[in-house]
T-cell receptor, first 115, second 115 residues
Framework: DTGVSQNPRHKITKRGQNVTFRCDPISEHNRLYWYRQTLGQGPEFLTYFQNEAQLEKSRLLSDRFSAERPKGSFSTLEIQRTEQGDSAMYLC?????????????FGPGTRLTVT | KNQVEQSPQSLIILEGKNCTLQCNYTVSPFSNLRWYKQDTGRGPVSLTIMTFSENTKSNGRYTATLDADTKQSSLHITASQLSDSASYICVVSAGRGSTLGRLYFGRGTQLTVWP
């Protein structure tokens, strides 16, 4: 499978616990994006990387959220001290960075439920 | 404020019928507009992408139109199938070239096709 993969697909955690999600982009893509999607809404941008550099972070990304892409390949998104409002689908996407019509390819998402 | 509005919020049609989904946007500067299909519990998958100079693009039974003057787009689905049941999301890319490319998502139109 050469698409974007995300793990785990589902995560149930208790409020206050920390969780970490992983995204493996398409191998030749140097841009990687994280989005959050709640029920009935479109995805909301959280952050993106060009190679290992985190170039932009949304105001949605509170101090409890941290994302890394240490070697410019896979990325992790960690949420500390989870709250019920963090329950959502977390989507990862990747793209090439060259050309105005770059396509973002989305992974299947990680659905987080905070109880 | 950069926004993407979609209508209707939900739509039910019978198998074999046609339908049209609408998208209005205020994103500026405009780079391109995409329509994505998102099955329940999955990541979005791109259907079409149009730049400022394109006013129509087809992908099988899906035909998208773009009026950059009025900032409106539509997605027409012909001869609907049960597998068309999904959320259809209008996405507008801001900026020019590959320097930014921030995507603005609509909330989606939930389409249900009944047999």
């Amino acid at each position: 499978d050469t698409g974007v993969s995300q793990n785990p697909r589902h995560k149930i955690t208790k409020r206050g616990q920390n969780v970490t999600f992983r995204c493996d982009p398409i191998s030749e893509h140097n841009r990687l994006y994280w989005y959050r999607q709640t029920l009935g809404q479109g995805p909301e941008f959280l952050t993106y990387f060009q190679n290992e550099a985190q170039l932009e972070k949304s105001r949605l990304l509170s101090d409890r959220f941290s994302a890394e892409r240490p070697k410019g390949s896979f990325s992790t998104l960690e949420i500390q001290r989870t709250e019920q409002g963090d329950s959502a689908m977390y989507l990862c996407a990747s793209s090439r960075s060259q050309g105005p019509l770059y396509e973002q390819y989305f992974g299947p998402g990680t659905r987080l439920t905070v109880t | 404020k950069n926004q993407v509005e979609q209508s209707p919020q939900s739509l039910i049609i019978l198998e074999g019928k046609n339908c049209t989904l609408q998208c209005n946007y205020t994103v500026s500067p405009f780079s391109n507009l995409r329509w994505y299909k998102q099955d329940t519990g999955r990541g979005p998958v791109s259907l079409t992408i149009m730049t400022f100079s394109e006013n129509t693009k087809s992908n099988g039974r899906y035909t998208a139109t773009l009026d950059a003057d009025t900032k409106q787009s539509s997605l027409h689905i012909t001869a609907s199938q049960l597998s068309d049941s999904a959320s259809y999301i209008c996405v507008v890319s801001a900026g020019r070239g590959s320097t930014l490319g921030r995507l603005y998502f609509g909330r989606g139109t939930q389409l249900t096709v009944w047999p």
